[in-house]
Structure formats: C-alpha cells, structure tokens
C-alpha cells in the first residue's frame, strides 16, 4: 500500500505543480514591473477608446491615437488626428437615438515588439438598448493595432478593423 500511495501523492503534486507554476517552454515573454505597467497602460488605452467613443467625448477620442495615426475600418481610412477629429464630431454630432450603445471588449492580446510597440488584437460588440434593456448586440469584429509609446505614452499608432 505505500509505494501506491507514494505514486498518487507524487502525481497530486505534479498536478498542483503543474496548475501553480507558468510553462516557460510556451514562449511566454517574462514580465518585469516595466512591462507589466507597460501591458496595463495599453489595456487601459483601449478600454479608454471605448468609453470615449460611447461617450462622444471628441478630444478623449482623439487623444488615444498618435498624431499621425491611421484608422481603417469599412472601407474608409482616417489619416492623423485631424481626420480622425472630424469623423468623430460628425459622429458626436449626429441625432442621438433613443437607444443607447455599450462598446464591450474581450480576448486581448497584446505582444510586445519593442519597448517603444506593441501589436495588439481584442474582440468587440456593440450592445444598443433603452436604458434598463432589452439589449442586443448590433455590431461585432476585431481590432488589429499597432500600438507605439511616444513621450511616455501608449498611443494608438494604426488601428484596423477588418470588415
């Protein structure tokens, strides 16, 4: 009976092991604290454009891209953030509708290239409903970004939402 239960608590513990500690092997990057603030400031950056665009913040809008950014989505390309300006007033400025509509983002991934860019690819919808619901999802795709860090900052450099 001990060398069986020798054997189940070796493999128990393999198990614990396994499920505690990362793989190395799979390529994943070692984060330090530089790169962590650095993936949180990227997470944040993208969360903030969602808010800002459900919101019709123009100037929170436009503050999340690089100055010579470029924003392709459905067959149109904005470029720099003078483009990028007048599309978002024109979308602030609209009639607003009776529904409301909610960005949600998930699955982010984003790799790191060099200090200074970072690719990233997250999933979105768009939810639309009156307030208190029914809601329902109006609209769905991907992001594909080229995030760069200009003077500090995380920015949106090219921003690419195939059809």
């Given at each position: 009976?001990?060398?069986l239960?020798?054997?189940?608590?070796?493999?128990?513990?393999?198990?614990?092991?396994?499920?505690?500690?990362?793989?190395?092997s799979?390529?994943?990057?070692?984060?330090?604290?530089?790169?962590?603030?650095?993936?949180?400031?990227?997470?944040?950056?993208?969360?903030?454009?969602?808010?800002v665009?459900?919101?019709?913040?123009?100037?929170?809008?436009?503050?999340?891209?690089?100055?010579?950014?470029?924003?392709?989505?459905?067959?149109?390309?904005?470029?720099?953030?003078?483009?990028?300006r007048?599309?978002?007033?024109r979308?602030?400025?609209?009639?607003?509708?009776?529904?409301?509509?909610?960005?949600?983002?998930?699955?982010?991934?984003?790799?790191?290239?060099?200090?200074?860019?970072?690719?990233?690819?997250?999933?979105?919808?768009?939810?639309?409903?009156?307030?208190?619901?029914?809601?329902?999802?109006?609209?769905?795709?991907?992001?594909?970004?080229?995030?760069?860090?200009?003077n500090?900052?995380?920015?949106i450099?090219?921003?690419?939402?195939?059809?």
């Open positions: 009976m001990k060398p239960f020798k054997i189940t608590c070796s493999i128990i513990l393999a198990i614990i092991m396994t499920a505690f500690y990362p793989l190395q799979i390529g994943a990057e070692d984060m330090t604290d530089s790169r962590a603030k650095d993936y949180a400031a990227i997470q944040t950056l993208i969360v903030k454009y969602a808010h665009y459900d919101f019709r913040d123009v100037e929170g809008y436009v503050s999340v891209f690089a100055d010579d950014a470029v924003f392709s989505f459905t067959g149109a390309t904005l470029n720099g953030r003078k483009e990028i007048e599309f978002i007033t979308v602030a400025n609209s009639p607003q509708p009776a529904l409301k509509s909610y960005h949600s983002i998930s699955n982010t991934l984003i790799e790191f290239d060099s200090d200074t860019q970072a690719r990233h690819r997250s999933y979105w919808q768009i939810v639309t409903g009156p307030s208190g619901g029914p809601f329902n999802v109006t609209n769905m795709g991907y992001y594909d970004d080229v995030i760069v860090k200009k500090g900052q995380w920015l450099q090219t921003r690419n939402i195939p059809n």
